[in-house]
């Protein structure tokens, strides 16, 4: 029997949800970038990138080519980049509609007094 559609984006959305992973997408935006390069963007232990490094490629969401001594990873579609972007926005909308929220709460309790 075939995975529902809803259960496939719940497992695209867990296999995502890593910060590292996340980090590794948003740097692979600009362009395809070499380990050592991600590496020192993030500043993670090399086993624990080249652990997530492993699962996005299994996903398919990135894909890796050897250049010489040099492994260059970079996305496997514009799609996962206006992910990012989508997402960036989303948070932006959600955490401004939060501080417009927290602005109310204390104007309330300023009038409360």
Request: aromatic share 4%.
């Amino acid at each position: 029997m075939p995975v529902p559609l809803y259960q496939a984006k719940a497992e695209f959305f867990r296999m995502l949800g890593h910060p590292v992973r996340i980090r590794v997408l948003e740097l692979l935006q600009d362009g395809p970038m070499p380990v050592r390069d991600l590496l020192a963007a993030i500043e993670v232990e090399p086993s624990a990138l080249s652990q997530q490094l492993a699962v996005l490629r299994r996903s398919g969401i990135v894909s890796s080519a050897r250049e010489g001594s040099t492994v260059v990873y970079e996305l496997a579609g514009g799609d996962v980049a206006e992910l990012m972007r989508a997402a960036r926005r989303i948070l932006t909308e959600m955490l401004a509609g939060q501080n417009e929220l927290l602005v109310e709460l204390r104007e309330a309790e300023g009038s409360a007094r």
